[in-house]
């Protein structure tokens, strides 16, 4: 009987000496479990505080320097309300938004028909004209992306040359508009009019206008635009108003209205 008791004995403390067993290796499996996800996460959080100081640094980088090499997020020197050439006095009564696309044929259609009008306006002292190209159609110039290199154009003429010489600017990239659909003017050709007819300094407009200096610029001019509700150029401005019929009949009544008020 003492014998069958022992053996039952023995069996038992087997049996418990087996439990205890597999309750230490999962309790070390689980400690090891935890382990790892503790390493994991902190390899995680390096990681992310990493790429955010990388970020950081790029931000901090393009804010200061640009960006790419040469690039710029400021404004060029003589913009006003941002993203804007002027054209007229700073006091002026009234003020004209037109925002445009220098590859939009419709827009060149505004300019040819109204050009000269808002021009008179400005040189009465009465109306101030801020142009405010964007770069709506980058896609429709065979991935040369034509509408930023020409606003970029004029920003660098804007910045080095000033106002007068980016008005020169602005009305020669519309009268040499090229067709919807193809590459547009190349940067020798943008610089050839902004020394040569804009009168700018080739050493002044070359580089920056080749390395696109204020392409963030013109991103930000564009996304401010968007957010503004323009849709479609041309669209044009009166006090703050969307001038619907952008004629020039409709556009000298409501200058006219304005400035009577």
């Known amino acids: 009987m003492s014998k069958k008791q022992s053996r039952a004995t023995k069996q038992a403390n087997a049996q418990r000496a087996a439990e205890r067993a597999a309750a230490i290796r999962r ?3 689980r400690k090891e479990r935890r382990r790892r996800t503790i390493v994991i996460s902190s390899v995680v959080v390096g990681v992310l505080a990493v ?22 997020a400021s404004a060029p020197r003589g913009a006003v309300d941002e993203y804007a050439v002027p054209l007229g006095p700073d006091d002026a009564e009234v003020t004209v938004e037109v925002y445009e696309d220098f ?16 021009k008179e306006y400005a040189l009465s ?12 159609f980058d896609g429709q110039s065979e991935g040369t992306e034509y509408s930023t290199r ?10 080095t040359t000033g106002d007068e010489a980016a008005i020169e600017m602005h009305n020669l990239l519309f009268a040499n508009q090229p067709a919807e659909g193809t590459p547009g003017l190349t940067d020798d050709q943008l610089i050839e009019l902004a020394v ?15 390395d696109r200096k204020f392409e963030q610029w013109v991103s930000e001019a564009t996304d401010a635009a968007s957010k ?7 669209t044009v401005l009166i006090e703050g108003e969307v001038l619907e019929d952008p004629s020039v009949e409709s556009l000298r009544e409501a200058v006219d209205a304005a400035l009577s008020e």
């Open 150 to 159: 020409a606003l970029n154009a004029l920003a660098v003429v804007l910045d």
């Open 228 to 234: 503004a509700g323009v849709n479609s150029t041309p």
């Open 51 to 72: 790429v955010l100081a990388v970020t950081a640094f790029v931000q901090f980088t393009r804010d200061d320097a640009g960006g790419e090499a040469g690039q710029v």
């Open 27 to 29: 309790e070390q499996e």
């Open 103 to 118: 590859i939009c044929p419709f827009c060149r259609q505004f300019e040819l028909s109204a050009g000269n009008t808002l």
């Open 196 to 210: 040569t007819r804009a009168e700018a300094s080739r050493s002044a407009v070359e580089d920056p206008i080749r």
């Open 125 to 136: 002292g009465d109306v101030q004209v801020q142009f405010k190209p964007v770069s709506f």
